[in-house]
């Protein structure tokens, strides 16, 4: 089953931003309808895409609800298909470092140096790690094919 194509928007073109939104979202429309994807969830996708077809907002509100409907897309791809763009563990998995690994690791380095000061070491150094784990999960995913050819 074939993906609907976003429609065209005069007053979206005419910002950059905006447009440069609209091309990656396109293109991630063109990524899924080059690979088989099954009735069930193409047709969920193009539930979502006929719904910002429909949209007759003015042209900030059908942004944010581009960048909604993409987000919701995204993660039902991910989570259905298990489909990723490029960078996409790498980028979730930057934040998860930080967090699970770089606030232990400022911990310490601030409770052995007896100033606490020092808990922003353990933060890069957690960026650091989740960036390795994520590239690593976005090279396997590419291994495997579930890699989608965009950028995100």
Known sequence: MEINKLTERPGVESNEKWAKKTRYF???IDELNAREIPDGPAA???EEIDQLNAF????KSYM????NTQSRVLKFVEKELKLVPK????????VVGMAAFG???????GIAMGNMAFIGI????????GIALGS???KKAADEGRQLNVEM
């Open 136 to 138: 690593g999960m976005d």
């Open 26 to 28: 396109r293109q991630l």
């Open 87 to 94: 960078g996409y563990y790498r980028t979730v998995w930057l």
């Open 103 to 109: 606030t232990p690791l400022g911990t310490a380095f």
């Open 122 to 129: 353990g933060l890069p150094i957690g960026m650091a790690i």
């Open 56 to 59: 007759t907002g003015d042209d």
């Open 44 to 46: 969920r996708i193009n």
């Open 64 to 67: 944010r609800h581009l960048t």
